[in-house]
């Protein structure tokens, strides 16, 4: 199984600070990667899918890039909403596996 | 407004079976792949299970080949996942999902696009 190698585990952050979180794959995945936001108690949310396209309706803040095996999250200007978990997914094979999680607090 | 509602979930003794329904209603079920997606107390979501629209093809993740089986049944917008030989590690909040799947070039990527609020299982 691919193994998806998130970075870091957490970070504390500001509002209006730069933000970014990395995602590294086992093997090159291409452009098979999403990134999904968690806040406690809630089901993940989409929003980023083949690497870098922003899913409708996700606030032009959030972009990201990366192909192969390194891709990044950026969030240009944090805000209070954003404090929460991402996770990156790969769906270049199966089994899709997830990243560890990186909680911005 | 589309919608997904997971329920089944529940207390279960190891060894024990649960069978998980998701109703979906606000789109058009059929047309889409579906997936179950869990996440144990503290951990990432782990995927599961997908099927696809017609129920033709599945795919497992290898911990729960065998144990599990996911179905669709179109007609009335549902999905399942039947939980059989239940372990303590398979207690999770489990999540159906849809994957709204963009095309492009002859390639799909995965976009789960629309979540259930979980049901909750403890072994």
């Known amino acids: 199984a691919i193994q998806m190698t998130q970075s870091p585990s957490s970070l504390s952050a500001s509002v209006g600070d730069r933000v970014t979180i990395t995602c590294r794959a086992s093997q090159g995945i291409g452009h098979d990667l999403g990134w999904y936001q968690q806040k406690p108690g809630k089901a993940p949310k989409l929003l980023i899918y083949?690497?870098?396209i922003l899913q409708s309706g996700v606030p032009s803040r959030f972009s990201a890039s990366g192909s192969g095996t390194d891709f990044t999250l950026t969030i240009s200007s944090l805000q209070p909403e954003d404090f929460a978990t991402y996770y990156c997914?790969?769906?270049?094979?199966?089994?899709?596996?997830f990243g560890g999680g990186t909680k911005v607090e | 407004e589309v919608q997904l509602v997971e329920s089944g979930g529940g207390l279960v003794q190891p060894g024990g079976s649960l069978r998980l329904s998701c109703a979906a209603s606000g789109f058009s079920f059929s047309t889409y792949y579906m997936y179950w997606v869990r996440q144990a107390p503290g951990e990432g979501p782990e995927w599961l299970a997908n099927i696809n629209q017609d129920g033709s093809e599945k795919n497992y993740v290898d911990s729960v080949k065998g144990r599990f089986t996911i179905s669709r049944d179109n007609a009335r917008n549902a999905l399942y996942l039947q939980m059989n030989s239940l372990r303590a590690d398979d207690a999770a909040v489990y999540y159906c999902?849809?994957?709204?799947?963009?095309?492009?070039?002859?390639?799909?990527?995965?976009?789960?696009?629309?979540w259930g609020q979980g049901t909750l299982v403890t072994v």
């Open positions: 083949a690497a870098f």
């Open positions: 999902a849809r994957d709204r799947a963009h095309c492009s070039g002859g390639t799909c990527s995965l976009a789960l696009d629309y």
């Open positions: 997914v790969q769906d270049y094979n199966y089994p899709l596996t």
